[in-house]
């Protein structure tokens, strides 16, 4: 016969408290003397005493927990794609620090966007981050209108009524770097591909690639994709039918790299005797391509880390930077 689960009256008995006390220390009071609190604990910890959250949740108006939003379908998000993993891994080691739970939704569809939306005006969760944004989404800012703590990463598209603090990267100064590279290394028509045109990451980059040509006075020579292996090896297709002299591509993902060396090998162009090849992210992978992929590091891991500290202090009720902007760096391989 299973044991019941002990009660709040039973760890008061064993305590020798008030039931009242046990509540005040179980959910975190201060206001209960020390000898009281270490009573409360020891018993708690003979009767494995487990808290019912839910109610806990009623006493405290708190649920300990965060949601991690990505507006991206399944199977973009547990794809070999590292820079969904290294986000999540960011935020999951700030929130289990702070003793919080993490609640990862994604909104790929417009139903599931609908889903998370509701959860989220719910108050289910504590605060919420959002990564990957398409377009001007006005949930973020719906949401903080609401008085619910929100952070993006990546800086939000559009005018919100409600501004929503952002951690983002320094994606043109990262770029300018690398195009700068380029020229330096004698090279003179420099393609790129750019991510997707909706997306402050992939709108960033292609600025920066196009400022640091028209600086040198030199033509942009543009093909678009989504920032997906496949879609880089379509790219590169297009670009060496729009322009085959093009000795060099700037590609504003590392998956997208990918798939451009894949399509610079089939039509039998040397990376990087014939055509120089410099990819964004710097994901695990890079340094396995063929050869290895010179790339412009963006800390993905110390994104994730980042905004979820900022949402954690926003959610104590502490003042956060309305923007976080942190450096790229440009590592040097034998593509480029």
């Known amino acids: 016969m299973a044991r019941e689960r002990p009660t709040l009256e039973a760890v008061a008995r064993r305590a020798g408290v008030s039931r009242a006390t046990v509540s005040r220390v179980v959910n975190g009071s201060t206001t209960v003397a020390e000898p009281i609190r270490e009573a409360v604990r020891r018993a708690v910890q003979e009767l494995g005493y487990v808290p019912n959250l839910a109610a806990r949740s009623l006493v405290t108006q708190r649920t300990d927990s965060i949601a991690l939003i990505l507006p991206e379908a399944a199977t973009r998000v547990f794809s070999d794609d590292h820079f969904f993993p290294g986000i999540i891994r960011g935020v999951s080691q700030e929130l289990e620090a702070a003793d919080k739970q993490l609640v990862l ?74 195009v700068r590279h380029l020229l330096d290394s004698g090279r003179r028509r420099i393609a790129t591909i750019a991510g997707p045109q909706d997306m402050v990451a992939g709108i960033e980059r292609l600025a920066g690639y196009r400022t640091e040509l028209q600086d040198s006075r030199r033509r942009s020579i543009v093909a678009v994709g989504d920032f997906t292996r496949e879609s880089g090896a379509l790219a590169m297709r297009q670009l060496l039918d729009d322009d085959p002299t093009l000795d060099a591509v700037f590609v504003a993902s590392d998956l997208m790299a990918h798939g451009a060396l894949r399509t610079l090998r089939e039509a039998g162009r040397r990376v990087p005797d014939d055509v120089a090849v410099i990819g964004f992210d710097d994901i695990e992978s890079a340094r396995y391509t063929d050869p290895p992929l010179t790339t412009v590091r963006q800390p993905i891991l110390q994104i994730g880390r980042e905004m979820t500290r900022q949402l954690l202090r926003l959610a104590a009720g502490e003042e956060v930077e309305p923007a976080v902007v942190l450096p790229t760096e440009l590592v040097l391989r034998d593509s480029a």
């Open 105 to 178: 939704m994604l909104a790929g569809s417009t139903a599931s966007h609908d889903r998370v939306e509701s959860y989220a005006m719910g108050r289910h969760v504590d605060g919420v981050l959002f990564a990957s944004l398409h377009g001007a989404d006005p949930l973020p800012s719906a949401l903080a209108r609401m008085g619910i703590p929100v952070v993006c990463g990546g800086r939000p598209l559009g005018r919100a009524s409600v501004p929503v603090p952002y951690v983002d990267v320094d994606h043109i100064g990262g770029v300018a770097r690398a």
